[in-house]
């Protein structure tokens, strides 16, 4: 998974940049636990530091919310939602930076007229992504194969923390590292 994901200066999607960070971070921590495990310098279960980046690795994976908000009529009439509120949830704002509270009220009179859920994204959406391609711009920049380069280079480096990896991982608990065997085979 981290060979399949290093970048290596490809053009990464918007969608997958926050995974590919949370492994750049896992690539790192895991291959010093390899080089530590490989002079039996570290635990052989892992270290501390590579569970905790893996564990982010885990929550990029998880969906974000894209639920469409309520409908403004439903939001006026049974909710009581201020117009301002309704305003920034589905994201009009005009151009002082305020609620734009004439398209709150043409919604309200005519439905879909400001609003198509088939193009419609989120304000919070819209945040998320530009949180992402800030921390994108900040990287070090792209990453390079890891393991597939050190098994080029000399197979018999990298045995060593290969057969600890397969002989430990399967003592840890994540639920995504069940068969040791199954994750060696996609480091080779």
């Known amino acids: ?49 590579m569970w905790k980046a893996w564990e982010r690795v885990e929550a990029a994976f998880m969906p974000v919310n894209l639920s469409l908000p309520k409908p403004v009529e439903h939001l006026v009439d049974s909710e009581n939602a201020p117009r301002e509120q309704i305003s920034r949830e589905y994201g009009w704002i005009d151009e002082r930076g305020e609620p734009d509270l004439v398209k709150v009220q043409e919604e309200y009179e005519i439905p879909g007229k400001h609003f198509d859920k088939e193009t419609w994204t989120s304000p919070a959406l819209k945040n998320y992504y530009a949180n992402i391609n800030r921390q994108w711009s900040d990287r070090f920049g792209s990453r390079k194969l ?26 840890h608990s994540s639920p995504l590292i069940r068969n040791s065997s199954k994750m060696v085979a996609v480091l080779d």
Do not use: Y
Request: net charge negative.
């Open 1 to 49: 998974m981290i060979d399949a994901s290093a970048d290596d200066g490809r053009e990464v999607e918007d969608k997958a940049k926050r995974v590919v960070m949370a492994l750049d971070d896992f690539a790192l921590k895991f291959a010093r636990w390899m080089r530590a495990a490989a002079v039996h310098a570290d635990c052989p279960r892992g270290s501390v530091a």
């Open 146 to 171: 890891l393991f597939s380069t050190l098994n080029e280079l000399d197979p018999e480096q990298t045995a060593t923390p290969r057969i600890a990896w397969e002989q430990n991982t399967n003592l």
